[in-house]
């Protein structure tokens, strides 16, 4: 039986325990008030720290999906410097906004104190992480190993498990391939046995006491490969995969892989199905759509303003779009194009053309006629400001701020059938094809970099994502 998965929670408590301890530490060095003594500035202090470990306890589980406390971090010293730096991270956004918030100035001085907390807690963090913790950790777990199963075993297969064996990553204990066909008694593939199929899997599991799926396969489409990423998601543990179908992923979204060996792999273990990160998404996403139309109504007027001097017709362009499990709604957008009476269908068919024919890691492109678009449109589309009116969609719940865009009816009655997983979660208002590929992807690379942002739901790659939008709307990257 592995014991380690449930250190990752020892890790959590120890790192907020170190936050904490830094913190008040720090708080007392730099004190406005000089005359108390310890026990003085313990009792004036507990309140504040109270709230800092509240809200770092927050931040860090909402956060931990993110691979803080990974197996793979934890038996790994190099990649405890990321863990280490985001745990600063969130130690220092509690003491800003903790500063503003309480008003005791013989605690704390927030100009001050975020030098001496890093100070403090860098040494701290890093000793624990890949020093005493580690350490013990791997003593009282010797025989602890990571058992992975390589599902394929074609060049991908071959290639990653040969890679693995050569340089043998500590605590990573490769159990055999898991192979998409009939397989011979016995089998023995780069001295590694075959052993079983991937119906076979739920079995493999138990009798291997696999944590980890790693899938390299390789001449093989799109819908066979998301049947055995589902295969594989059901069993609830780790699913990594190395796939060239995937490779838009790795080369655009440069935050997302991790490297076994050498290779490059993507963690695709769903996490949309988590009931209370999808309450937590949906709050947020109510939240700050309400701010944000608050703060920019002077200019969402100003643009109106400008729309009907532009050109003759409404303010808003309405459209029916496609949202979660197929639902129809109306979809707002500010008007950019002159008002004409008759359907597009030329743009329809080459709309049609273009998903059909598109390959994957070739350069796409938005179609639009341009001739329609209007001054003002043509700035708006630049800069997605054309865009505002969806917050009103995330309001009444069509739409969320992070997700794949809505597709209009007549796209997704011509998506194939692997491509139609978009609309398993609510359509966004920016996405991750967005923001790492604008108009210069292609519309197959689009949909997986969408189908990757569906496996991998989190409150953190949705900050990721809208954080990286505001440069792209402000420096117009992409826009058409």
């Known amino acids: ?21 830094a913190f008040l530490l720090a708080a007392y060095f730099v004190r406005y008030d000089k005359s ?10 507990l309140p504040i720290l109270f709230l800092f470990l509240i809200a770092t306890l927050f931040f860090i589980i909402i956060f931990q999906i993110n691979g803080l406390y990974k197996i793979n971090i934890i038996l790994n010293r190099s990649a405890h410097l990321t863990a280490i730096i985001k745990s600063l991270y969130y130690g220092t956004l509690n003491i800003v906004v903790i500063s503003h918030l309480v008003k005791s100035s013989e605690v704390l001085d927030s100009r001050l104190i975020i030098f001496i907390f890093c100070l403090i807690a860098i040494p701290l963090l890093f000793i624990f992480r890949v020093g005493l913790f580690r350490s013990i950790l791997l003593r009282l777990n010797r ?3 990571n058992n992975i199963v390589i599902v394929g075993d074609g060049n991908a297969g071959k290639l990653l498990a040969t890679k693995l064996l050569f340089e043998n990553p500590e605590g990573l204990n490769i159990q055999g391939f898991v192979v998409d066909r009939e397989a011979k008694k016995n089998e023995i593939i780069h001295g590694m046995k075959i052993i ?15 944590n980890e799926v790693l899938i390299a396969v390789d001449n093989i489409n799109y819908d066979r490969l998301l049947e055995i990423l589902d295969e594989c998601n059901k069993l609830n543990i780790s699913v990594k995969l190395s796939s060239e179908l995937f490779d838009v992923v790795t080369q655009k979204v440069n935050t997302s892989t991790e490297k076994y060996a050498g290779i490059p792999v993507l963690g695709v273990s769903p996490h949309y199905n988590n009931n209370f990160m999808l309450a937590v998404k949906r709050f947020f996403d109510t939240l700050i759509s309400i701010v944000v139309l608050l ?14 001097l532009s050109s003759p017709g409404p303010i808003f362009y309405k459209q029916i779009r496609v949202g979660k499990n197929g639902y129809k709604f109306e979809f707002y957008k500010f008007r950019s194009m002159r008002v ?27 179609i639009i006629n341009q001739s329609r678009v209007t001054w003002i449109g043509k700035i708006l589309r630049k800069t997605s400001l054309d865009e505002l009116p969806q917050l009103f969609n995330v309001i009444k719940g069509d739409m969320s701020l992070v997700g794949p865009r809505p ?28 923001v790492w590929g604008r ?25 990721q994502v809208l954080f990286k939008t505001i440069p792209v709307m402000l420096f117009s990257k992409g826009g058409e």
Not at 1 to 21: C, R, V
Not at 196 to 210: A, C, F, M, N, S
Not at 295 to 306: E, F, Y
């Open 295 to 308: 703060v920019l109504s002077p200019i969402m007027l100003i643009i109106a303003i400008l729309i009907k």
């Open 407 to 434: 597709s209009l009816p007549y796209e997704y009655e011509n998506y194939d059938s692997w491509q139609k997983r978009r609309v398993n979660v609510l359509p966004g208002c920016t996405g991750v094809w967005q």
């Open 1 to 21: 039986m592995n014991k380690i998965p449930k250190y990752k929670y020892y890790f959590t408590l120890a790192d907020i325990g170190i936050l904490s301890f």
């Open 340 to 366: 004409e009476n008759e359907d597009d269908e030329e743009r329809k068919q080459k709309m049609i053309d273009f998903m059909k024919n598109s390959k994957p890691h070739e350069k796409g492109t938005k």
């Open 36 to 45: 108390l003594n310890l026990s003085q500035f313990v009792d004036a202090a």
């Open 143 to 145: 025989s602890f190993k």
């Open 439 to 463: 108009s210069k992807v292609s519309f197959i690379d689009s949909v997986v970099l969408d189908l990757y942002y569906i496996n991998n739901m989190s409150p953190w790659l949705d900050l």
């Open 196 to 210: 079983g199929r991937i119906e076979d899997l739920p079995r493999i599991k138990t009798e291997y006491k696999v």
